[in-house]
């Protein structure tokens, strides 16, 4: 069964550094998303990008945050300049259409130190 | 704006007993209503979804909501609960009238299936 891919599955970075946390959609779908958790606590919504561009964002995505699919698979969540508070499960969704459901990956577990 | 309620922190029931995980929802439009469980350590997988057609939806593991427009509700249910059942539950919404393409959680309701 095909599914979202996200590496690495952990990462510990050091406060003020950047960080590129990687995704591989299932082949055909179009919508990609980001997602973070905060301690096993809300899933909050990032960011939305269709046909190459974002398509919604939300308050939290910044400028610190930027995305990018660069080569037609990968799906990439840069975070510059890592705060203690961007602690949190970050998960990568896909989905085919838009009536349809989000496919999620297993999520990369950010810890900034 | 969309938002989902789910009003209890945690869910307690028997092995052997029917289950219910509330949610109420908040949209401009018509909405598209999703359950997601999350077992410790793990990503997101999809249950069921609500598009449009019959109020009763059959998901995965048994699982089943029903849509109930005029209390904006999408209870999750099950005639009987399974220890494997327990992990944490979350009811999301997407209001197609308000243009979104992102989908808005609740808050998750931890489910506990007690042998």
């Known amino acids: 069964e095909p599914e979202v891919t996200q590496t690495p599955s952990h990462q510990v970075t050091q406060m003020g550094q950047e960080v590129i946390l990687r995704c591989v959609p299932i082949?055909?779908?179009?919508?990609f998303y980001w997602y973070r958790q905060i301690l096993g606590q809300k899933v909050e919504f990032l960011v939305s990008?269709?046909?190459?561009?974002?398509?919604?964002k939300s308050e939290i995505f910044d400028d610190q945050f930027s995305v990018e699919r660069p080569d037609g698979s990968n799906f990439t969540l840069k975070i510059r300049s890592t705060k203690l508070e961007d602690s949190a499960m970050y998960f990568c969704?896909?989905?085919?259409?838009?009536?349809?459901?989000?496919?999620f990956g297993q999520g990369t577990r950010l810890t900034v130190v | 704006a969309q938002s989902v309620a789910q009003p209890e922190d945690q869910v307690n029931v028997a092995e052997g007993n029917p289950l219910t995980v509330k949610c109420t929802y908040s949209?401009?439009?018509?909405?598209?209503l999703f359950w997601y469980v999350q077992y410790p350590n793990r990503g997101l997988q999809f249950l069921l979804k609500?598009?449009?057609?019959?109020?009763l939806v059959k998901g995965s593991y048994g699982f089943e909501a029903e849509f109930n427009k005029s209390q904006t509700s999408f209870h999750l249910k099950k005639p009987s609960a399974l220890v494997s059942d327990s992990a944490l539950y979350f009811c999301?919404?997407?209001?197609?009238?308000?243009?979104?393409?992102?989908?808005?959680f609740g808050t998750g309701t931890k489910l506990q299936v007690i042998p």
């Open positions: 949209v401009s439009g018509n909405p598209y």
């Open positions: 609500y598009i449009t057609g019959d109020n």
């Open positions: 990008f269709y046909n190459n561009e974002i398509s919604e």
């Open positions: 082949s055909n779908h179009l919508y």
């Open positions: 969704a896909s989905e085919q259409g838009r009536n349809t459901e989000a496919f």
């Open positions: 999301a919404v997407r209001d197609i009238g308000g243009g979104y393409q992102k989908v808005t």
